[in-house]
């Protein structure tokens, strides 16, 4: 009780949990934080400040740290992400939250479903070719994809945006703290994340691996997915590499970058 009436009495919180939102916090945090009491008290470097709009005190290392590095250094900056500017802040906020937690580039997520939704981050996106019956959402989900998650292609569309996000995550969650057999994690390059959207086997495959070959027939339904998929085929070999499958993310991840926000 000593230390809520010391916080009073100093006019930095009004209340003892007012520094939840938008209220510099306690100057004795550890990291600039929301101050004693608070389950937040401790975040590192201050980069929430962002993401739930807290300002640290500053007499507080962190703030100390930002007023060091003056208003144009990327400390004081909005964290920024391809094609932000085009989504809601807290549909950002989110994509940063499940790329953070999974362990990839958030740029990578954003690129991928700005191919998926043709640039609209729709959650009842349709696919252009076969609107009725095919894939729907961020991630362009099959019925059997939405199976998987305990969902249906038609619940997803009826979803907005930030309320399909979280099966976006539960789509990524299986590859979390997956390694590859260098080490290095299961999904650490953008071929990796995108491979695990559109072919998933192909997530361990380098990436001059054939996904679809011309001639060939796939799956019980014997799909001539090289068709499907032809416009893949960057050098028209007849054959679609998990490297050509994953270029038209990149030039999306580059467009993207013109959209930051």
């Given at each position: 009780?000593?230390?809520?009436?010391?916080?009073?009495?100093?006019?930095?919180?009004?209340?003892?949990?007012?520094?939840?939102?938008?209220?510099?916090?306690?100057p004795d945090a550890p990291a600039g934080g929301s101050g004693p009491g608070s389950s937040r008290s401790a975040m590192?470097?201050?980069?929430?400040?962002?993401?739930?709009?807290?300002?640290?005190?500053?007499?507080?290392?962190?703030?100390?740290?930002?007023?060091?590095?003056?208003?144009?250094?990327?400390?004081?900056?909005?964290?920024?992400?391809?094609?932000?500017?085009?989504?809601?802040?807290?549909?950002?906020?989110?994509?940063?939250?499940?790329?953070?937690?999974?362990?990839?580039?958030?740029?990578?997520?954003?690129?991928?479903?700005?191919?998926?939704?043709?640039?609209?981050?729709?959650?009842?996106?349709?696919?252009?070719?076969?609107?009725?019956?095919?894939?729907?959402?961020?991630?362009?989900?099959?019925?059997?994809?939405?199976?998987?998650?305990?969902?249906?292609?038609?619940?997803?569309?009826?979803?907005?945006?930030?309320?399909?996000?979280?099966?976006v995550q539960k789509w990524f969650a299986p590859y979390k703290g997956k390694k590859k057999a260098d080490g290095r994690?299961?999904?650490?390059?953008?071929?990796?994340?995108?491979?695990?959207?559109h072919y998933p086997a192909a997530v361990r495959k380098a990436d001059e691996a054939t996904l679809y070959e011309k001639?060939?027939?796939?799956?019980?339904?014997?799909?001539?997915?090289?068709?499907?998929?032809?416009?893949?085929?960057?050098?028209?070999?007849?054959?679609?590499?998990?490297?050509?499958?994953?270029?038209?993310?990149?030039?999306?991840?580059?467009?993207?970058?013109?959209?930051?926000?």
């Amino acid at each position: 009780m000593q230390d809520e009436d010391r916080v009073k009495r100093s006019g930095l919180l009004p209340e003892p949990l007012a520094g939840w939102r938008g209220i510099r916090c306690h100057p004795d945090a550890p990291a600039g934080g929301s101050g004693p009491g608070s389950s937040r008290s401790a975040m590192p470097t201050g980069m929430d400040v962002d993401v739930l709009r807290w300002e640290p005190h500053p007499h507080s290392p962190v703030g100390l740290l930002l007023a060091q590095a003056g208003p144009g250094s990327r400390l004081n900056a909005p964290r920024q992400i391809a094609w932000g500017a085009l989504v809601s802040p807290q549909f950002k906020k989110r994509v940063i939250e499940i790329s953070d937690e999974i362990g990839i580039d958030p740029d990578w997520l954003m690129a991928i479903m700005a191919l998926e939704t043709g640039r609209t981050f729709r959650a009842d996106q349709r696919n252009t070719q076969n609107p009725k019956s095919g894939p729907v959402g961020l991630l362009q989900f099959t019925e059997d994809g939405a199976s998987s998650l305990g969902t249906t292609k038609d619940a997803l569309a009826a979803m907005n945006a930030l309320q399909q996000l979280e099966y976006v995550q539960k789509w990524f969650a299986p590859y979390k703290g997956k390694k590859k057999a260098d080490g290095r994690a299961l999904l650490s390059s953008l071929e990796d994340v995108y491979a695990a959207v559109h072919y998933p086997a192909a997530v361990r495959k380098a990436d001059e691996a054939t996904l679809y070959e011309k001639g060939k027939l796939y799956g019980k339904k014997q799909r001539d997915l090289y068709k499907v998929n032809s416009g893949l085929d960057e050098n028209h070999d007849g054959r679609v590499t998990r490297g050509e499958a994953a270029e038209a993310v990149r030039k999306l991840l580059e467009e993207g970058k013109d959209h930051a926000g």
